[in-house]
């Protein structure tokens, strides 16, 4: 098996893009050789051991390139460690406790026989595009809500999950 992760991101506006370049910086620095990619760019999953696939949450539903990466590659990722992420709360809630995964992510983790999942502060700013995305924006409830620490923290913890698969290869 090889030992390379991939850290698929489903993301319109680019922030989720970065929480998955924060997981795959931590991932390497425990060792571990990462490529970090959007997840409509995936077209084979044969070159990696892991998949962590994170979508951004709009009304509750993953982005739709996440959607269809994790509905395409199905077969070939219950057959890898994986683990899932969502970006989404434009508020506090997810720095303050576990905010559970939308009924839809949590029936794609179960399918998926994930590993985990967590979700993750979110980021809407004055740069977004689309007049949904402005109206939150201009309403006051825009704001970044990122919590890079947190998010270091839990891909700690899936690195200490594939060590053991280090000393294998």
Do not use: N
């Not at 924060?22 to 077209?43: K, P």
């Not at 990122?146 to 899936?158: H, K, L, P, T």
């Amino acid at each position: 098996m090889s030992l390379t992760v991939l850290v698929a991101h489903g993301s319109t506006y680019g922030s989720t893009a970065e929480l998955a370049r924060t997981v795959g910086d931590t991932l390497r620095e425990a060792g571990l050789a990462v490529d970090v990619r959007s997840a409509d760019a995936i077209r084979d999953l044969t070159p990696y051991g892991a998949v962590v696939l994170g979508g951004a949450l709009y009304a509750g539903r993953w982005q739709h390139g996440a959607r269809r990466f994790a509905r395409r590659h199905r077969r070939a990722l219950v057959r890898r460690p994986v683990w899932l992420f969502s970006s989404g709360p434009l508020d506090a809630s997810a720095t303050e406790r576990d905010v559970p995964a939308p009924p839809s992510v949590r029936r794609l983790t179960l399918r998926l026989g994930a590993r985990g999942h967590a979700t993750f502060g979110g980021c809407l700013d004055e740069r977004a595009r689309g007049r949904v995305a402005q109206m939150i924006v201009k309403s006051g409830k825009g704001g970044d809500f990122r919590d890079f620490a947190a998010v270091s923290a839990w891909a700690d913890g899936i690195a200490r999950e594939l060590r053991p698969l280090l000393s294998q290869g």
